[in-house]
Structures are given as structure tokens and as C-alpha cells.
């Protein structure tokens, strides 16, 4: 049953609308095996959208099979960019690029990813896949860490994906773990659209 915004009944309490006595801009690293890091991120975007925030989300590793987020967030009315740096996940599924490709796209990644950082027109920057792409060493540690280390005070920045580093978990403010305790797929069923991409 779909419920139009006219048929949507109004609250019988007053919502309130908190504001910090600061605002702080706030590293978030999501990490670990399960499913549902990058859709905590699009979750954030969602939330920032309400309170009028402008998001970038620069995807280092995915860009060769199509995701719903692509044209999903183009049917929010949202302040949002999303932008496509990668050739799919390097060294698995078949992915047919070489690993100086993955590199290469991953080194235009760090540079987009820093100038929109520092660019002053975001209010949330994700690097989608970034703790992926230090792991495979398409980017170097150091290359992570001044990202981070450039941010703005106001600035909230989430890294995502699996192994993340150490160095990288010790600056965040916020580190969640999604841990899996099944999957699917190891029952032999397909990636599903709208879940699984």
C-alpha cells in the first residue's frame, strides 16, 4: 500500500527540532563484512536531506554494474552528488580490468574526493569503498590520512567498506562494525535489485 503525502495523518505531539549548542563536523568510518555499509551512508544522506544539508559521494570501487542509488537519488529532491570513480571491485567477480586501471581510477578518486572536501559547498562528503580501495592498495595510507586530516571543522566525512585501517578507526569520532551473520548468497541466491545493489 503506497501512502500518498495528502493521506499521511499528522503526529498528536509536537516533533521538536534539537540543534547542538555546536556544530562539529564528525568523521564516521562504517566497516566489516556484512551487507549494508554504503546503504548506512545513502541512509545519512537521506537524514541530511530533511535538515537541508548538501552531500557529495564520491564511489571509488563501484561504476561497472549499474546500483539503484544511481537514479534513486536522483528522485529525491535532495542537494546531492554522486559521482563514479571505479571499474567494480578489483580482483574479484570476474572484473576484467587490470589493477593499474583500479589504481589509476582510484588516484582521480583521491583528487575529486579532495576537492570537494575542501571545496566549502558540502556539508557531508562520503568516500564510498575508500577503506576497500586502501586495503587493495589502490590508495596509500598517507593519501587517506590527509584527506581526513584536511577536512573542515564543519565537515562530516564517512569512509566505507570492509578493513578499514587501524590509523584510519583512530581518528574517526564514530566507528560502526557490520558484522555478518548470514548472507544470501551463500544459499546460491543472486544479488537481488533493491537490496543487494
Known sequence: MQIKKSEAK???FEITHLEPAERTGLIVVITGTGKGKTSSALG????????????????FMKGDIYAGEWDG????????????????FCGIQGNPYPFSEHRENAQRAVGLAKEKIQSGKFDIVILDEINNALNLKLVDLDQVLELIESKPPRLHLILTGRDAHPKVTALAHTVSEVKEIKHAYQEG?????????
Open 44 to 59: 545519512m544522506i537521506v537524514r541530511a536531506c530533511g535538515h537541508g544539508m548538501k552531500s557529495s559521494m564520491v564511489q
Open 189 to 197: 541466491i543472486e544479488p537481488q535489485p533493491g537490496i543487494d545493489y
Open 73 to 88: 537519488l536522483k528522485k529525491l529532491a535532495c542537494d546531492v552528488e554522486l559521482i563514479l570513480t571505479g571499474k567494480g
Open 10 to 12: 499528522e503526529p498528536s
